[in-house]
């Protein structure tokens, strides 16, 4: 049995829901690469629709950067999640639009993801099961065999609710955004608030939740000892 690290130990004695917290949505956010690597195929395809107006040649150039963005990750290294999820949302996008044949259905998943995962926070938030508290648990060894330890925790619950609110709010935004706008079929503009309410607008509900966290001290419980 080999003893454990006293210093790993100390730094996690004194580690807090907050900063676990902070830790995990920097990650998520993916940094100034990743948020090129998720707008980019968004702003391509909406120039080359102004320029062509039409369906097929947007799809192909949108598809043409995200594998452009594959080969560039993999030269220089780092993690596909951000490059790949653009990938995937072209694949959608080209679904419906080529299936309806109208630019704007190319939008349309992203707004019905929106919805659901508002339905979600919302739920989680409901059932005590708030969607911020799996990302304490995310990644995290010292839960790797109790993967729900957290919610025995009351004031972490109570915190991870509390930033599970951003998220609803922030889907709510994009929804009440785009939704009209598709219905409108302003393609150009669904553009910008799909780029705009994407990156930039997590890392505003980032720094909502940074300022919810910068007086909190909740310590981070070893699941092990909440049996």
């Not at 890392?203 to 001290?217: E, P, Q, Y």
Request: net charge neutral; charged share 15%.
């Amino acid at each position: 049995m080999s003893e454990a690290d006293p210093a790993a130990e100390e730094v996690r004695a004194v580690q807090t829901v907050e900063a676990v917290i902070r830790s995990r949505l920097s990650e998520l956010l993916g940094g100034w690469y990743g948020s090129i690597e998720t707008a980019l195929p968004t702003a391509v395809f909406v120039v080359v629709w102004l320029w062509r107006d039409e369906v097929r040649p947007a799809l192909l150039a949108a598809a043409a950067i995200t594998l452009i963005l594959i080969g560039v990750r993999l030269a220089i290294g780092g993690s596909l999640r951000y490059v790949l999820s653009s990938l995937v949302g072209i694949a959608l996008a080209a679904f419906f639009a080529l299936r309806s044949g109208n630019a704007q259905d190319a939008f349309l998943p992203g707004i019905l993801a929106s919805m659901g995962y508002g339905v979600l926070a919302l739920v989680s938030i409901v059932t005590r099961w708030p969607m911020i508290g799996f990302l304490v648990a995310a990644g995290d060894p010292h839960y790797a065999e109790h993967p729900t330890a957290w919610r025995r925790d009351a004031p972490l619950v109570a915190v991870c609710a509390r930033l599970t609110w951003v998220l609803a709010a922030l889907f709510a935004i994009r929804v009440a955004i785009m939704l009209p706008l598709y219905l409108a079929a302003e393609v150009a503009w669904l553009g910008v608030a799909k780029i705009t309410l994407g990156w930039p607008a997590y890392l505003i509900a980032v720094l909502v939740m940074g300022i919810m966290l910068t007086t909190g001290r909740t310590p981070v419980q070893d699941p092990a000892t909440e049996e």
